[in-house]
């Protein structure tokens, strides 16, 4: 990807220079990783141990980080007390200190500066490269009002971001943790029970006797306590239905794994419906007290057999009754799980509605082995004045989709290009935490939106791709060196983690609470920022909670008692849902109020043309997104991805295990990097499959550099959701070159 205005620029040795301020290195113990490895190695009294959250993904699992007497980070275990992980860490979370380790970790802050011909960075102190910050929003928000600078996010790094930007005068924010990833399942289930699903999702597979995953890949997306409570599950003969193209981990542990034909899921879904309302396997007594629409459902999906959906998803109908029946057996113990990355076909809020309404009908919301109530603790605001009223934000630039709950970032990202016909306009840029080059589907829409920009700030630990493009990078320290917001996330109990500095950040780093403060001040925003060191808004927060600073840095954690009732609705009970007609909408009134289908219908979607495959991608056990790839110790577990093909394909194509051959897309787009094949019975021969996150292209990457190929980078066909925004990005196909030379020349 290239810019024209805007020249990349691969971090140079100049940029990479930074000085090594506070810590030494660490020890191997650091590099020790096993599945579940939370074994401590007996008492060692030297160590001293700190309190934090992973941060490794957004589990968030609260750990203690083991520290020797020389300073040294020894190794990351999870905290007993955590209901995100029970104590136990995943690959990923165990893995944490490389992100410490790693020597490629941006190391001081950078300012572009013109070198002839050539853009290039220069090192500069956090006072010059924060003055040009605070200089540039002063500047954005005279010139055309503080709207027109944005904040795209992730992490927890991003509420600091997001405070300094509510303080300043924008609510331009987004986050592709929403439109590209789980969206479209919080407008279906708010639709359909009048709540977000969350994260963690309220499933309670711990008690569940039938888990339906579609397209959900739990164990090796590695959601911590979900894995263990799935695992449990099938050890306590659980049943397990898989949808997938692909047999994934999960498919190759369940009873049944439904190799459905991409995109016609809610073929399946539709049919599954149809069996459990004609065959009568629905609980009338529970339809008829906490549901809306029955009748109505019943005659949409009359028409819908398993027979119908065979012709679509190539499922046997035999197959279709066998499962709904093992469903509505198992209910209200069953699960329809929301899935997390669900933005496929750009009727993605119609496939999740699919999936709620399914739970509706059998009765799982709010019953054990189904979905809990969850609950979770308000932690106090800091003493602060209130945040200024922006004319407009994320809410206006997403208009059009009327069921977004959050920013979109493809509406940010076109309204930052001046060409693009939208009413508001955005200039400049804070990235905070998100390789948006890795993570945004359309790279021309962000290449032109990157070249339009009239300046970019991208914080980050690592130089991913997108800090190439930016103005001014500062670098921030990692997880294991800063404390953060206190963790209060939903659960069966309301629980609160501390995250504390375990070592002094290395390098010339910073954490991003002081950069925000250090920026707010700058623009007079003082009174947002009313304290010295943030452990004095964490002592207060955590004191308001009947607890301190000094209690949380001995425990890490602490369980709260349910405030919101029990956990399960009682059989018979009354009880509203907080949907407009107080029942579980099987038909939506919000959805037909607003003119889209009140009840899902199913929508051919392009068929691959001769010799492309339904390119599908996915995660690893190791790996997080692109953030993780040069991570050592897990590039150690894994250091590039394979592309999975039908051996029936391999055939045709007379591709060899780990041949290496490049992919092209549908619109012509060739990988940067070649993939090895792995021929495998395991996919369909209609589909290819990779693990996301690889093909970087920044050299100073030293271990991912060049590793495997970029799924992203094939993804330019993107279907947009018509009720949230969604980018669908699951409609690409691929084929292969065998030919190095035919994509050279
Ligand atoms: S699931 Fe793994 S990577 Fe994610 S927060 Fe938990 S330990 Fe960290």
Redesign the pocket.
Known sequence: MRTNRRQFIRISALGLGGVATAATAVGAGGSVLSIFDSSDEGPNINFKRYPT?????????A?WTHVNEDGEIVKII?NDDDP??NGR??P???G?VGMYTDTDRLKTPLIRVKDGDKDTFREASWEEALDLVASKMKGIKEKYGSESFALLKHGSSGSHFEHLFKAYGSDTIGEPAYAQCRGPRETAFSATFGSWVGSPEPTDIRDTKCLVLIGSHIGEN???SQVQEMSEAIDRGATIITVDPRMSTAASKSKYWLAIKPATDIALLLAWMHVIIYDKLYDEAYINKYTYGFEDLKNHVKNFTPEWAYGITTIDPSVIRKTAREMAQAAPAVIIHPGRHVVWYGDDTQRERAMAILNGLLGSWGKRGGFYLKEKLAIPKFPQPAYPHPKWGWEELGEHYPLAQMGITNELIRASIPEEDTKHKVKAWFVSGTNLVKTIPNKDLLEKALDSLEFLVVCDTMPMDITGYADVVLPECTYLERYDGIRSATNREPSVALRMPAVKPKYNTKPSWWMGKEIGERLGLGAYYNYKEYSEVLDWQLKKIGTSLEEMERIGVKKYERGSGPLYIGDGEDYEFPTNTGKVELYSTELAALGFDPMPVFTQHPEPEEGFYHLNYGRAPMH?FSRTANNPNLSDLMDENKIWINPRVAKIWNLKKDQEIYLKNQDGVVSSFPIKVRITERIRWDSVYMVHGFGHTNKKLTNAYGKGASDTEMITKVMIDPEMGGTGMRGNFVTFITDKNLVES
Do not use: D
């Open positions: 959250y992973c941060e490794v993904c957004f589990w968030k699992c750990a999870g995100h992980c860490l995943c990923r979370g165990t944490g590695m959601h911590n997080t």
